[in-house]
DNA sequence: CGTGTACTTGAGTGGGCTCAAGCAGGGTGG
DNA sequence: CCACCCTGCTTGAGCCCACTCAAGTACACG
């Protein structure tokens, strides 16, 4: 994705032609000068930690393609009570469940800083009806998407399952990348993740940290805090050993 | 869909043309002529209780849409342990999850009396890339699936949320239609749902059997028996009343 | 009629929840 | 720069619910 790109500028725009992540993102199978009308309407946006890309049940209008950091997807459940069903991650897209509804159907947040390309529904819509291979790429990212939500009902959901078991797998789950740090979200939040209150959490926490497992680094400001974990370690509580 | 059908008879294979479901299914948007070239290789088949459609991780060969009963969606998990993860009723799409992958994710197990059609995958290829109008149907029923996940996840899986409100919400789930019918699954498959042990689902339905919310009808016989239960109070219940 | 499977019921234990107090750290205003 | 507050985290004590283990029952099937 080198050479002869068309020379168009952006101008506080998206630009999708030196975008390295072209190909993992909705619009790869998308040829360059197709793109030239597509990347139109598209804006790049950066969030920090804790802002909302959009409200559950608010219209939908828009969905995101996350290029950088993590979203939370928060579905409201019946008693008012939020529970986090979701993350997602760089390459994933924010909204697509809700494509074809009137209205998004969870909040998206970030999860330290986040970058986004937010792609308005019309042109999206557009766009898809005018490309085979557009649709097919949808169809997998909502496949991925439902695999994601029943992998996190099957392990991390209560269950008979110890409590310990759950977060290590939790841990491996937040994990950035391949290497040894793990986003580290609030306790509120990992327990609306496996069902436990905050308490527990920060209980099993303190024990992991005791046993030298995870340790806490980064500045305890908010943006920049992570765990370093033995990722080993975790796998193995993981399994249940 | 009545007149002017087309002369085909389907010697021991799914009519598709008879078929009232058809505006429900994928098949729907499809004209009556394509459906011609369509269902030849679709068959027709009946499962009863417990048995099986499909094991996870056998090789990807077709889908079925569910025409008649319930079909659970059992997903393996970290610990050789299963874990009901979905159900699907009356024009929900078994294996979709897994059209574009080698192998099923899922076990997919008939609840009751089932009748699905088989669609084999490569008829299915071909039928999409044809038409454009079965892509987005497939999305909406990936759409479903997705959303139908979440809701368990959010709803069903454990948490601070006690287990009555949650064995509550899951009887409604598995309602028949409109009706005061609700499936009776085995107590390990109810277990296995919300995470808990068959001996406190069996205490729990002993509690709500005496307090006269449901009760057992039906021979026991696996096939035939199911609750009637009373919806209102069970709503109550399941909004943690 | 015997066997096996699924369900029921009981007693006892322990893990996670509840309630509550104490602590740290960052942000704000003086 | 310091004092203050406020939010998020930690830690403790006590209790209750659901799990474990185990025995007993009902029912379908061979």
Redesign the pocket.
Known sequence: MSKALPEIRCHGRSNCFACELRHEMLCSHVSLEDLVNFHAGIDDYDYDHGSILYHAASPMDAVYCVRHGAVMMVKPGLAGALRIVRMLKTGDVAGIESAFSEAFEHTAIAVGEVRACRIPIACLRRFVAEHGGLQMRLLEKLQGALREAETWLSQLA???????T?MARLMLRLRVGAGDRIH??????M?AII????????????EF?GRGIIA?CG????HHRCFRGDIRALEKIAQGV
């Open positions: 209560s269950g008979p399952t110890p409590t310990r759950r580290r979200l609030s306790l509120d939040d327990g069902g436990i209150t905050p308490e527990t959490v920060s209980r099993i926490i303190s940290v806490k500045s305890n400001v908010a």
